[in-house]
C-alpha cells in the first residue's frame, strides 16, 4: 500500500514538473515579429527649391531598397512594396538629407529655414509640417517647398 502511495506521489510530481516546465518554456519563448503586410502601390512627390524642381533622374536616386524607391522611368513616384513606411524613412534612403529644418540634396546643396527663408511640407494639398513621419499612403502626395 506505502508503494502505490509513494507511486502516485512520484506520478504526480513528475507531472506537475512537466507543467510547470512547459509553462515556463512557453513564457520564455517570444511570439514572431508580425511580417509587414507586403503591398504594390505609388505615390508621388517633388522638391522644389527657390523656384527650381529637383531632379531624380540620376541613377544614383534609382532602385537603392526593396520596400520604398524611384525607378528610371518615373522618378517622381514612389513604389512601395511594403506598408508602413514613412517618408522620413524614403528619404533617408536617398543620397540626400531631409530633415524639417533642412535639405541637402544629392549634390550637396544646404536649403535650411531661417529667419527669410524656410522648408514647407505639403501632403496630399494640406500644409504639414510633420509630413516627414507620416505614412507614405496609395496616391500621396508630397511637395517640399524651400522659399
Known amino acids: 500500500m506505502k508503494k502505490a502511495y509513494l507511486l502516485i506521489i512520484v506520478i504526480i510530481g513528475a507531472l506537475g514538473l512537466y507543467l510547470i ?19 504594390d502601390y505609388v505615390a508621388s512627390f517633388e522638391i522644389v527649391t527657390l ?6 533622374s540620376d541613377p544614383k536616386y534609382h532602385n ?8 528610371a522611368l518615373d522618378p517622381q513616384f514612389v513604389h512601395l512594396k511594403k506598408e508602413g513606411v514613412t517618408w522620413q524613412e524614403f528619404f533617408n534612403s536617398l ?3 531631409l530633415t524639417k529644418e ?17 522648408l514647407i511640407f505639403t501632403l496630399n494639398y494640406l500644409e504639414d509640417a510633420n509630413a516627414l513621419d507620416k ?7 508630397l511637395l517640399v517647398e524651400y522659399k
Open 21 to 39: 516546465g512547459g509553462r515556463q518554456a512557453t513564457k520564455l519563448i517570444s511570439p514572431p515579429s508580425p511580417t509587414p503586410k507586403v503591398v
Open 51 to 56: 523656384g527650381t524642381k529637383r531632379d531624380f
Open 64 to 71: 537603392i531598397n526593396d520596400y520604398a524607391y524611384l525607378s
Open 95 to 97: 543620397p540626400m538629407k
Open 102 to 118: 533642412c535639405l541637402t540634396t544629392g549634390t550637396g546643396q544646404v536649403f535650411c529655414t531661417n529667419d527669410t527663408k524656410r
Open 135 to 141: 505614412e507614405i499612403t496609395p496616391g500621396a502626395k
